[in-house]
């Protein structure tokens, strides 16, 4: 399916190389890839939104299709205002697909948009922001997980706040 504009909505507190590739697979499918970070009031995260922003860019520079963007409130009112014709997500393992479903089933009930789902790289598939951070934070290794600026800033993020 040839998909004009595909939305990769997600936290990306901080995006990983699972991301990266999922939005590297996405830009091979769609004429335009828009990554949009959501602002969630509610959620504390390591990263600040514009951090996250500088990261997400950096990280896609190399991706001519894909821009990175942020939204509040609905991902169908989003899509709406932004012409997307498929939200695109990556599914790790078949405890994502629970969620997945439900929210995929949700936005088609809201708006009827498509949501496309992307079996990710097994080489990622333990993968989350939530452990690279737990892992950075105790010292652990986690080169080759996220991308080269994502490192950068998790080293200097982390010695601040220690
Ligand atoms: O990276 P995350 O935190 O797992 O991403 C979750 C996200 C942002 C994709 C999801 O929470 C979302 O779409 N939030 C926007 C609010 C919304 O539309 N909620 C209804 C979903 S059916």
């Known amino acids: 399916m040839q998909m004009r504009v595909a939305v990769c ?6 995006v990983t190389m699972g991301h990266l ?13 828009i990554v949009a970070v959501l ?11 514009e951090e996250r922003i500088e990261m997400l860019t950096e990280a896609t520079a190399h991706l001519p299709n894909v ?18 014709n498929a939200i695109v997500k990556g599914l790790r393992a ?20 498509e949501t496309c789902f992307i079996s990710t790289n097994p080489l990622y598939s333990y993968l989350s922001s939530s452990l690279v951070k737990e892992v950075a934070t105790h010292g652990g290794n986690v080169i080759g997980l996220v991308p080269e600026v994502v490192l950068k800033r998790l080293e200097i993020k982390i010695s601040s706040t220690i």
């Open 39 to 49: 602002i969630n009031k509610n959620k504390s995260s390591l990263f600040t939104l």
């Open 67 to 84: 821009s990175v963007d942020s939204f509040y409130g609905l991902l169908v009112d989003y899509c709406r205002d932004h012409n997307v």
């Open 21 to 33: 590739d999922v939005f590297e697979r996405a830009s091979r499918m769609s004429d335009q890839v």
């Open 94 to 113: 078949v405890s994502d697909f629970d969620y997945e479903l439900q929210m995929a089933q949700m936005n088609y009930r809201l708006t009827q948009v």
């Open 9 to 14: 909505p997600g936290s990306f507190d901080p």
